[in-house]
């Protein structure tokens, strides 16, 4: 039995090893490697140049800033401080590139702890409008529920609502009414 125990688990360990060595961390070359248009292949890709890469590395109280710019038109911006609570880092930036079609395409955005992350941009998709109108008698409902309300935290009654019964750990019979 301790033998077949032992048997599995080395079985399982070298099923689970990998089929290549990892490879270590290289810093970035100063190059884009944008995909061909014919083709995805790795082995047909052409060089893009970065002709602009200012970078400030974040300071102790998490200021930094990206401005990068490649031979075939992209630019990213950003920038960002630790003034958001507990000295979150808010960000600030924009991207800008010309799809391969000649169509311009540019998005904002800003990140902090008021809103999250809002992008802008024409190229976003636009939530439609309602369909229709709401009926008179929805929003006539609407207007009496909360008038219900209103007099239900006047009275300080519970408005008609239900209240459950207190728990108890004895049995007794159903209360009426």
């Given at each position: 039995m301790i033998k077949t125990i032992i048997f599995t688990a080395l079985l399982a360990m070298a099923s689970?090893?990998?089929?290549?060595?990892r490879r270590s961390y290289a810093p970035p070359?100063?190059?884009?490697?944008?995909?061909?248009?014919?083709?995805?292949?790795?082995?047909?890709r052409e060089q893009i140049a970065i002709l602009r890469d200012d970078r400030v590395h974040p300071s102790a109280a998490g200021e930094y800033s990206l401005d990068f710019e490649t031979a075939n038109g992209i630019q990213v911006s950003?920038?960002?401080y630790g003034s958001g609570p507990d000295g979150a880092v808010e960000t600030q930036g924009s991207v800008r590139f010309t799809h391969p079609d000649g169509e311009?395409?540019?998005?904002t955005y800003v990140a902090d702890a008021a809103g999250g992350y809002q992008p802008e941009s024409s190229?976003?998709?636009?939530a439609p409008e309602f369909?229709?109108?709401i009926p008179q008698f929805v929003l006539d409902q609407i207007?009496?529920?909360?008038?219900?309300?209103?007099?239900?935290?006047?009275?300080g009654s519970s408005g008609g609502r239900y209240a459950a019964p207190?728990?108890?750990?004895?049995?007794?019979?159903?209360?009426?009414?």
């Amino acid at each position: 039995m301790i033998k077949t125990i032992i048997f599995t688990a080395l079985l399982a360990m070298a099923s689970a090893r990998p089929d290549s060595p990892r490879r270590s961390y290289a810093p970035p070359s100063n190059a884009y490697a944008a995909p061909s248009r014919q083709s995805y292949d790795r082995s047909s890709r052409e060089q893009i140049a970065i002709l602009r890469d200012d970078r400030v590395h974040p300071s102790a109280a998490g200021e930094y800033s990206l401005d990068f710019e490649t031979a075939n038109g992209i630019q990213v911006s950003e920038s960002g401080y630790g003034s958001g609570p507990d000295g979150a880092v808010e960000t600030q930036g924009s991207v800008r590139f010309t799809h391969p079609d000649g169509e311009s395409f540019e998005l904002t955005y800003v990140a902090d702890a008021a809103g999250g992350y809002q992008p802008e941009s024409s190229a976003l998709p636009v939530a439609p409008e309602f369909p229709h109108e709401i009926p008179q008698f929805v929003l006539d409902q609407i207007a009496k529920a909360a008038r219900e309300d209103e007099e239900a935290a006047r009275s300080g009654s519970s408005g008609g609502r239900y209240a459950a019964p207190e728990p108890s750990s004895a049995y007794s019979a159903p209360r009426r009414g």
